[in-house]
């Protein structure tokens, strides 16, 4: 059975770099999973995939040697069983804001005696070059299993959430984080209450054994997450890079409007 590198590097504190699919489709998963990223979060909860064309990225990505993740729309035992039934590696669970609804996901994403997640199917297994068998004997220590911190009350109750065995990374929405506060949606701030939140997440995490990531907008942020000690980086989307850089070529050539483009 394939080992879940990314699961393996944040369990020993080593940092790991991916990025979003936020046009989650098999020709760009199998672009972007040639790129040097670690990992890819196949996006299903802003996004038009279906759970369809999510089964057909993830063993796309594996194959290239990368992590395939999914971000699931909503917390829910459906939505995290369908996901890593149809091969993700690990799931990615947004506005998670109460111990109990970390221990639903845990439940939902763990096989017994750690959780209560449904056995059958043939695609995770197979995305993970086992038979079925050995899939739910060692399911539970390969899958990763990352929590979303994107809302005050998150910040709140993080240590409370942090403390439920079975959490390997948490994950910082800022731009979610930032419109919970009242302020507009940014990957990073000067506000001191938002910058206060990420210290207490990242305290948090370290405290409890748990991966702090975050989100962030371009390499230069990613560089200095890493240098503050993040340790889960993604950096941007797919769309964030085709947009820079079609906006950075028509505006030396003259073209397009002054607009600002979306960087995720």
């Known amino acids: 059975m394939k080992t879940n590198s990314v699961r393996a590097k944040l369990r020993s504190g080593e940092s790991s770099v991916g990025t979003w699919l936020a046009l989650p489709d098999p020709i760009f998963a199998k672009l972007m999973s040639s790129t040097g990223f670690e990992w890819l979060t196949v996006e299903l909860e802003h996004s038009h995939a279906t759970i369809e064309t999510a089964a057909l990225c993830f063993p796309i990505i594996a194959a290239s040697d990368c992590v395939p993740l999914a971000r699931v729309p909503y917390n829910s035992v459906e939505n995290i069983k369908r996901v890593l039934d149809t091969g993700a590696w690990g799931i990615v669970v947004p506005m998670v804001n109460s111990r109990a609804e970390a221990e639903a996901v845990v439940k939902a994403a763990r096989y017994r005696p750690q959780g209560e997640r449904s056995v059958g199917g043939q695609l ?40 439920v065995p079975g959490i390997d990374a948490v994950f910082i929405g800022p731009n979610d984080l930032h419109a919970s506060m009242g302020f507009a949606p940014a990957f990073d701030s000067e506000d001191p209450t938002f910058n206060a939140a990420l210290k207490k997440v990242y305290t948090s995490a370290l405290a409890h054994g748990v991966a702090p990531g975050i989100h962030v907008a371009d390499a230069a942020q990613a560089q200095r997450r890493l240098d503050e000690g993040w340790k889960m980086i993604a950096v941007a989307s797919e769309v964030g890079f085709m947009l820079d850089k079609a906006g950075e070529i028509t505006k030396a050539l003259g073209l397009g409007g002054d607009g600002a483009l979306a960087k995720y």
């Open 124 to 163: 995770h297994a197979a995305n993970f070059a086992t038979d079925a068998g050995t899939y739910y004997a060692k399911a539970n220590d390969e899958i990763l299993i990352v929590l979303m911190a994107e809302h005050v009350d998150a910040i709140e109750n993080i240590d409370d959430i942090l403390s």
